[in-house]
């Protein structure tokens, strides 16, 4: 099982917009590179990528909490 | 002093800015601030603070209600908005009105007013106060545009007329580029707004960015002359300077003038700034809108007049005359600050909210940083990146400079990446120190490398 850590502190976003539907839902398949959710900081939105490939398990920080570097934002299988 | 307890609903440096200026009129000063800014400079300088909510902006510092229950709660008889969040909201100044609270900025009507681009061109012409040259209204064919272009000059803008944010705007250099544009901006109108109408406008080109300080009474008005605001990234300014040297005399006492009439016509109270796009090329100036409001870059004005501005506007809120007339007001040499910015410069300015390690600060003759950092401070990563303002003054233009690249050489913040290596290379730029740039300078200058080929780490 692979975790995905933020990179920066911030505020975390599953979804690339409140209209839309989340980046990954359980049992997507995740390539390397693939944008998993965003983080606000200073103003600024960064995406945060995944650097493994595999199985989008869960997210586990919530969509717009406040994040420190390293905390981790989801879950992969395999 | 009718104000004893001021609420200061803003956070960072314009925070402690304002706490200084309040505890010099001998105020009691309460700040203010959400969860992630309990430890922040502003709330350790004031008397007291209050929590306002959690970290993000729309749940404490924008959110209006705690804002005005938090001044009541403590018992403020006024608030000062400082700049960003609330500080241009009519909502907010009404809501303290009405809850018997002074607000330190004009009436809600006015903000509302000055705010509104098409409600704030037509006060200015009304003030007799030049406005980029445009058609009177809408614009309905192809031909009545090609009369009215000629009118105005070209290169001109066309823009749907029932728009706004400058979506699909066009630039046509001559006529002919205007009859084969004017039709396609009329169709995305039609199909954007349901309405083909169009408006002109000429397009400045490379304009500078110039702007006037007003302070105002509520029936007086005073200008505190000019700053130029040019150097610009991603319409964020980055560079500031007053006075303006593009400006002959002549030039400069009308422009200041007309800020001052409109100022004076819309019975202004607090501090203000008029923004304006100059023409070099055509010695010609523009308004464009007014903040009504602090700015940022007010330091500068201060540095050339000696005028505290965030004092006077205190008073001038609390219902005392203006203590200056016009003629007390004299420019004396140059200012110029610079925005230091927890950005790496060196990375397409990525965001770095880091530990205040180690910070020792310039000092001397007319060298001041106003910022809310302290060692051991950790920048919290949701607000802007803001850090502070380094603000030189000198006789001279070029000797402003020279101050400024000493100050950012002595200054030392560690734990950080900062702006701070990009103001060093501006100021050794052969443009920058003739004055020779415009609003659309920095951008390219940047896009070229010109960054990048300064040597790297050995600044601040």
Redesign the interface.
Known sequence: MAQIQSP????FYRQPSPEEPPFKSAGDAVAVGDTIGLI?????F?QVNAEDPGTFKAYVAED?A?VMAGDVLAELDG | MKIKRLLIANRGEIAVRIIRAAKALGIHTIQAHSEADADMLAVKLADEAICIGPAPSRESYLDIQKVVSAAQGTGADAVHPGYGFLSESPAFARALESAGIIYVGPSADTIERMGDKVAARIAAEAAGVPVVPGSKGRIASVDEAAAVATEIGYPVMIKAAAGGDGRGIRIANDEAALRKLAPMAQSEAEAAFGDGGLYLERAVQSPRHIEVQILGDGSDAIHCYERECSLQRRRQKVWEEAGAVCLDDETRESLCASAVALAKSVQYRGAGTLEYLYDEARNEFYFIEMNTRIQVEHPISEMITGVDLVQEMIRVCAGEPLQYSQSDIKATGHAIEVRICAEDPFMQFLPFPGKVQTLIEPTGDGIRFDHFLYEGYQIPPFYDSLLGKLIVHADTRAAAIDKLREALRDLRLEGLKTTAPLHLALADDPDVQVGAFHTQWLEPWLDAGNLAATAKGDAA
């Open positions: 920066l502190p911030g505020t606000e900081v200073m103003k600024t960064i717009g406040p």
